[in-house]
């Protein structure tokens, strides 16, 4: 009876940690850009070129999937390295302090269709906040043994909520950059 209840614990066991996949993003097609307005006329963009993204999901299911990304501040990148060195600082992302940014999900639901709603807490320099926003699945392929699969998502948030705290303005009092921060999110995760 004992050794019966023993091989039941141990199928148990196989079958749950069998049922979750790991997922990785993929760097070379996998993106984090960014955009914010600059004198009220026109948009800056940027990215974050140095990042990772792990995924946690059931074998056939992305719902209720866990994420953790990490990205290195050092990284980011709009073209212009004035601009850039500054972001770095202290009245941005203070790189040197706070290297790194985070996010961690709460949930992951699936909605309609190929449509999810991500939770979790985002921590930029030392302030962490929930944020909730949509994602969009874009499907799966299998090339060999390799597997595939994609998701964009999008979110907004307020730059003076997480520290980055320059705030010059023009002659009209509007910010030369804007509060408002458009992040958009490409991933393309691999199987592990």
């Not at 199928?11 to 914010?36: C, G, L, N, R």
């Not at 026109?42 to 719902?63: P, Q, R």
């Not at 730059?159 to 458009?182: A, I, M, Q």
């Amino acid at each position: 009876m004992r050794r019966a209840f023993l091989l039941l614990i141990s199928i148990f066991v196989v079958y749950s940690v069998s049922a979750q996949t790991m997922w990785k993003a993929d760097p070379a097609h996998s993106s984090i850009q960014f955009e914010v307005s600059h004198m009220t006329i026109s948009t800056v963009t940027g990215k974050f070129t140095d990042f990772t993204c792990e995924l946690e999901a059931k074998k056939n299911s992305f719902d209720g999937a866990k994420i953790d990304a990490k990205v290195k501040v050092e990284s980011v990148s709009t073209e212009n390295l004035t601009r850039d060195k500054h972001l770095k600082e202290d009245d941005f992302f203070n790189a040197k302090q706070y290297p790194q940014m985070t996010f961690v999900s709460e949930s992951f639901k699936k909605k309609d269709g190929d449509q999810y709603e991500i939770t979790g807490m985002l921590t930029i320099r030392d302030v962490t906040k929930k944020i909730t926003f949509p994602a969009t699945y874009s499907g799966m392929i299998s090339m060999g043994k390799k597997t595939v699969s994609g998701f964009k998502a999008s979110f907004t948030i307020n730059r003076f909520d997480y520290k980055l705290k320059w705030d010059d303005t023009l002659d009209t009092g509007s910010l030369v950059v804007g509060e408002e921060v458009d992040v958009k999110l490409n991933l393309e995760l691999v199987k592990i």
